[in-house]
């Protein structure tokens, strides 16, 4: 499956981004799907993912409450919603996917990875 991550962009602190990984391929709806990201002179971190129907998501700590995932398998596309955005919410973002049910928290749990998307908030 081939991956490509959009919708970043500049916002101010407290504003909203959606964005957006769309996917190749007729199986989609069999893969897991995550958003990391990644600031500047920082590991890759996991932010959300999603199980293959939908029905199953988990948050990183950092961004429960603010940051909601989703997906459309019949547009083979993912989504993630960023609300309430804080200048440390910088970074680039990356959609991944590993074909199993499983959300993956890891980076290495993933097999395929799109090429990544800026956000940066400013303050």
């Known amino acids: 499956v081939q991956l490509q991550a959009f919708g970043g962009g500049l916002v101010q602190a407290g504003g909203s981004l959606r964005l957006s990984c769309a996917a190749s391929?007729?199986?989609?709806?069999?893969?897991?799907m995550g958003w990391f990201r990644q600031a500047p002179g920082k590991e890759r971190e996991f932010v959300a993912g999603i199980s293959r129907s939908g029905g199953s998501t988990k948050f990183a700590d950092s961004v429960k409450g603010r940051f909601t995932i989703s997906r459309d398998n019949a547009k083979n596309t993912m989504y993630l919603q960023l609300n309430s955005l804080k200048p440390e919410d910088t970074a680039v973002y990356y959609c991944a996917a590993r074909p199993t049910g499983l959300i993956g928290i890891s980076p290495d749990a993933y097999d395929y990875w799109g090429q990544g998307t800026l956000v940066t908030v400013s303050s």
């Open positions: 391929g007729r199986t989609f709806s069999t893969y897991a």
